[in-house]
């Protein structure tokens, strides 16, 4: 059995555990620069906020409710995602964190169980030692363990939270009461076609035959309709199955000329090389892009992306920097003022398994100078950069609505007056 876990909520739960009042109240989370939701309270929801809403658009609704409004706050959520996952991993040795919210856990060997008391139990380890609520359902394949958690959650007063789809009866009845755009894995494109096929709900996905769903929906699709059907096909993956890495930022202002694009773009390769690093991986493609603010129609539109080869693995991020920045060449046009940047990498290769190519391949040097650059800004903070990087920003976001970082920085903890 498969057991899908998600954290109810979870930047707006995330929150709550340091402000107990808040409990009860609406509460929205916002994007980068305090753009957009995308975290609402159960009591958000109520009020009809949608996810993507400008906060600009929304601020009469937010006052008029009082509705708590944050800027998202990653180093806490991510070091309360650690939290939750560590507990996790106690009760499965297989796990696949599969967002900063949601596992995926294996239950091999536990046919006797009763998989309901189980889950309560883990909620309740959960919740005990983070404040964070969790919802469980359990499932023999992912795919149905993602539809199981929906029911949870769906029906929290008949289910506690927790669902175990432990029986065929079961599996019928939840795919015909899933939508098919509510399937795990089913695009926006692809929910398009099969309603004009008249295929509404999950069960109606699974009587297609085989050649028409691998035709029309690929391999992946015909995975997928598999897994509805009970059968275990997608695997439990680890960190270094990650297909891509991608540091994105939008600006808090437009940039025109190329100068500081190439900075933004440079620090956003140096941010992937860490996060490759952590996972003792190296990546053999890079990609770059940049666009223009689409909401401002006022303005000339453009977006490109370019991506490049690499001629060898590495995970340094004076290579890559390097690398980046020969990409944005061919993405930058003047003329435009771009709102948004990013780099991507992927193409991962294991960094203890080194590739070697017969014309070039990376500094060996800078393998003992990246680690001795991580130790460094986990010791003092991201204080060693490289030159291209302007000292003085810090991401650059808009943050108005921060709250303390009570977890993760020694200066915002928590003190109690006995």
């Given at each position: 059995m498969y057991a899908l876990v998600d954290c109810n909520n979870f930047y707006a739960s995330c929150e709550r555990v340091f402000r107990p009042e808040l409990n009860g109240k609406p509460i929205v989370v916002l994007s980068n620069n305090d753009g957009c939701a995308i975290a609402r309270s159960n009591e958000a929801k109520a009020l009809g906020i949608p996810m993507g809403a400008p906060a600009f658009q929304f601020k009469e609704l937010f006052e008029k409710h009082k509705v708590e409004v944050f800027s998202a706050n990653f180093p806490l959520y991510g070091d309360m995602s650690h939290r939750v996952m560590s507990i996790l991993e106690t009760y499965s040795p297989e796990i696949e964190v599969y967002s900063i919210d949601e596992a995926f856990l294996r239950f091999s060997g536990f046919d006797h169980y009763d998989l309901i008391a189980y889950g309560q139990e883990i909620r309740k380890k959960v919740f005990q030692w983070t404040g964070i609520p969790i919802t469980v359902g359990f499932a023999p394949t992912k795919a149905l363990a993602k539809m199981a958690n929906r029911i949870a959650k769906k029906y929290p007063e008949r289910t506690q939270n927790v669902y175990a789809m432990d029986s065929e009866e079961k599996r019928i009845k939840a795919l015909k009461w899933t939508a098919i755009g509510d399937v795990w894995g089913i695009g926006r494109q692809h929910q398009q076609r099969l309603d004009k096929m008249g295929i509404k709900t999950a069960f109606d996905f699974v009587q297609l035959g085989d050649d028409w769903v691998k035709k029309h929906?690929?391999?992946v699709g015909l995975r997928l309709k598999r897994e509805l059907q009970g059968t275990a096909v997608l695997q439990l993956e680890s960190p270094e199955d990650r297909k891509a890495i991608a540091v994105t930022r939008?600006?808090?202002?437009?940039?025109s000329e190329l100068a500081p694009l190439k900075e933004r773009v440079s620090t956003f390769a140096f941010a992937c090389s860490e996060k490759l690093r952590k996972q003792h991986s190296n990546s053999s493609s890079l990609t770059?892009?940049?666009?223009?603010?689409?909401?401002r129609r006022d303005l000339p539109q453009y977006g490109k992306k370019f991506r490049i080869r690499l001629p060898f693995p590495t995970n340094s991020g004076m290579e890559l920097s390097k690398f980046a920045l020969k990409a944005?060449?061919?993405v930058y046009r003047e003329g435009y003022a771009f709102k948004k940047a990013g780099v991507i990498v992927e193409d991962f290769t294991p960094d203890s398994q080194p590739q070697l190519g017969c014309f070039s391949n990376r500094d060996q040097r800078q393998i003992p100078l990246m680690q001795a650059v991580d130790k460094l800004n986990f010791l003092y903070g991201k204080k060693v950069r490289l030159a291209s990087h302007d000292p003085g920003k810090v991401w650059k976001m808009r943050q108005e609505k921060l709250s303390p970082s009570y977890s993760t920085d020694l200066r915002d903890i928590i003190t109690i007056h006995l």
């Open positions: 929906l690929s391999i939008s600006f808090d202002t437009n940039y770059v892009f940049a666009y223009t603010n689409g909401h944005l060449e061919q």
